[in-house]
């Protein structure tokens, strides 16, 4: 059957990984490779990080309102 990748050829691609890039390099070329599909796959559905806020405001600007310096003196 051509075209068909069994399990001898996988495990024939992962030595040879192993033996080009070594075992400390693979984990991060991994994270990066799920990394990018991931991306690629936002991209396409069109969901561009709807769960997540990459503005997020900070605790300390939001836990308390600011006062005037009119309000200061007041007080």
């Keep these: 059957m051509p075209g068909f990748i069994g399990l001898p050829e ?5 030595l040879v990984a192993l033996i080009l890039f070594g075992p400390k390099r693979l984990p991060e070329m991994g994270r990066g490779l799920g ?4 991306e ?17 405001v900070p605790a300390e600007l939001t ?8 309000e200061r003196n007041a007080a």
Excluded at 35 to 38: A, I, N, Q
Excluded at 48 to 56: P, Q, R, T, Y
């Design 35 to 38: 990394k990018g599909m991931r």
């Design 10 to 14: 996988i495990m024939l691609l992962g």
């Design 63 to 70: 836990a308390a309102p600011i006062a005037t310096p009119a």
């Design 40 to 56: 690629f796959k936002d991209s396409i559905s069109g969901e561009h990080g709807l769960g997540e806020s990459k503005l997020d």
